[in-house]
Nanobody
Framework: QVQLVESGGGLVQPGGSLRLSCAAS????????MGWYRQAPGKQREVVAM???????AYADAVKGRFTISRDNAKNTVYVQMNSLKPEDTAVYYC????????????WGQGTQVTVSS
């Protein structure tokens, strides 16, 4: 079992930056991957960025070049630095972690609101 707690959301103007943090309740070494999803009103939840235990990263096309995901194993924390924010980035952002063995099990944070508006 893993508890995930997000922080860092808020209101930002277009072109601005935010950094989201996701703190896990235990060591993240054993997790297959961690990352961020988002869900805008009336839309399905979508993956934003993921990072594996070995440090490999993957990004949604919509955020490539603007968002950077990273992890601090000593702090059991994953971050996403979001730059050049756009109104279409407005959503609730959820931290995700999963293990693959013996079968895939996903863990979710409670979500943090990001609003990009002038």
């Amino acid at each position: 079992q893993v508890q995930l707690v997000e922080s860092g959301g808020g209101l930002v103007q277009p072109g601005g930056s935010l950094r989201l943090s996701c703190a896990a309740s235990r060591s993240i070494f054993s997790l297959t991957a961690m990352g961020w999803y988002r869900q805008a009103p009336g839309k399905q939840r979508e993956v934003v960025a993921m990072i594996t235990g070995s440090g490999s990263t993957a990004y949604a096309d919509a955020v490539k070049g603007r968002f950077t995901i990273s992890r601090d194993n000593a702090k059991n924390t994953v971050y996403v630095q979001m730059n050049s924010l756009k109104p279409e980035d407005t959503a609730v952002y959820y931290c995700n972690a999963y293990v693959s063995s013996p079968y895939r099990t996903d863990y979710w944070g409670q979500g943090t609101q990001v609003t990009v508006s002038s």
